[in-house]
């Protein structure tokens, strides 16, 4: 049976803004407060979904969030009509404003973590929500998110979901940005790989010092258990926390992996060499063959890698066995970077081609290729079995493209965020949004 790993991209929302809501993350920080094109940011993240389908890879996308979010500020203590909500907390404190309108949930590499069927215990493919609690505007992402993805993956002979972790520090979860999975076939046994920032319970480990480790140990090892997987397929790993000091605040941002490889920077993890040897050794053993190709601090500086987003890229394999690379602009507009990638495509190693996006709108808030999607591996019939609506298709890229050009403003600032009407617009947008592709009910608006 032919097995897929599947590309789930998130369709950027209409509230898409510079915020500055994300500590730790340098180009949200650096970015915040400057206006938006949320119309441009759709159509760039379409245009990617739409190229890659295109080069004959699967590719899906996945519906972002009702925002404002009315109810979260109603939670905390914000009353009257939906206007008036808005318009009170505009006045009173614009920053929960703010958040209750962050399109974040684009980034839908932390919506989950996904484990296919070929690891899992009981033989269907897992999905567990990410409570994202580091951020408060990411915090309260998870049930529409796990009501989305029900939406998509339904059919419960194939796909088991489970509710996000405890909403509390020691079970920081953000889904898979710190999760890869090695693998010889997409349907065959292989092994995930959880990387983590700090352990809440265990103080023999470090923790970084300026910014917060989003990603807890703790909370990886309860994905793994909850998905079934065995001891014997999993390995942990800890990220440096000087580099989490440095801005990397995923392991997608400093490492990226795909098949048999692992594409990383040399101050990525602690241990390294006991981890490659753990990935080589467990990945043998359901017949991979496990490849590293480490980028040297004296090619790419961290600094480099977090500015250009160069590990924030998709590394997807072709039919011929090697593998492609997509990277943003910012890559090319990098010397040093730039350097690097025409010597690794040019050696003879398994990385043969890179091809560059357009991404700014998304960059500029600190989202890569890699933050885009949600990797998702499942043979043919479990293909088969997803919501047919939300698969990409030449229609289906034409119909989103006209619903975002309908539908989206070309300008956003936090003066815009205050004004109720955008509320209004966007639950229209949405409401639409379902029926093209086929979700039913999966927004507050819809169900209350």
Not at 42 to 64: E, I, N, R, S, T
Not at 396 to 412: C, K, P
């Amino acid at each position: 049976m032919k097995s897929y790993e599947v590309n789930f991209d998130g369709l950027v929302g209409p509230t898409h803004n510079y915020g500055g809501l994300s500590y730790g993350n340098v180009a949200s920080q650096s970015n915040s407060q400057q206006s938006s094109n949320p119309k441009e940011a759709a159509l760039q993240g379409l245009a990617k979904m739409k190229a890659l389908m295109d080069m004959g890879f699967q590719q899906g996308v996945l519906a972002p969030q009702e925002r404002p979010d009315v109810a979260a500020l109603r939670r905390l203590g914000f009353a009257g009509s939906d206007a008036q909500v808005i318009q009170q907390a505009a006045k009173e404190a614009m920053p929960l404003l703010v958040a209750s309108c962050s399109a974040s949930s684009m980034w839908v590499a932390n919506a989950a973590t996904v484990s296919p069927s070929a690891d899992t215990a009981d033989g269907r493919v897992h999905f567990t929500a990410a409570n994202l609690n580091c951020k408060y505007h990411r915090s309260i992402e998870h049930p529409t998110t796990s009501r989305v993805l029900g939406a998509m993956f339904a059919n419960q002979q194939h796909f088991a979901h489970h509710a996000a972790l405890p909403a509390v520090a020691q079970f920081g979860d953000e889904g898979a940005a710190n999760h890869t999975r090695f693998c010889r076939a997409y349907g065959e046994a292989g092994v995930e790989f959880f990387v983590f920032g700090r352990s809440a319970f265990d103080t023999r480990y470090p923790a970084p010092q300026k910014y917060p480790a989003r990603q807890t140990l703790e909370a990886s090892q309860a994905v793994a258990r909850l998905h079934g997987l065995r001891e014997e397929g999993v390995v942990y790993a800890q990220q440096n926390p000087s580099v989490i000091d440095q801005g990397v605040f995923h392991n997608d941002v400093i490492a990226v992996g795909n098949g048999e490889v692992l594409f990383y920077h040399e101050d990525a993890f602690l241990e390294t060499d006991k981890m490659l040897a753990e990935l080589s050794s467990k990945l043998a053993k359901v017949g991979g063959k496990f490849q590293s190709v480490c980028v040297p601090r004296s090619a790419v500086t961290v600094d480099d890698a977090v500015r250009s987003y160069l590990f924030n890229s998709q590394l997807l394999s072709r039919p011929d066995g090697s593998m492609l690379l997509i990277v943003p602009e910012e890559c090319r507009s990098n010397e040093r970077v730039w350097q690097y990638l025409q010597g690794l495509t040019g050696s003879g190693g398994v990385i043969r081609e890179v091809k560059v996006f357009d991404l700014k709108q998304s960059m500029q808030n600190g989202g890569g290729p890699a933050c885009l999607r949600l990797r998702v591996a499942l043979n043919e019939t479990e293909l088969a079995a997803v919501n047919p609506g939300v698969i990409m298709t030449a229609s289906l890229y034409d119909s989103l493209t006209q619903w975002v050009e309908r539908h989206y403003r070309d300008r956003m600032t936090e003066n815009d965020l205050a004004d109720p009407q955008l509320l209004l617009e966007c639950r229209g947008a949405l409401d639409e949004l379902t029926q093209i592709l086929k979700l039913g009910a999966v927004y507050p608006f819809q169900i209350n």
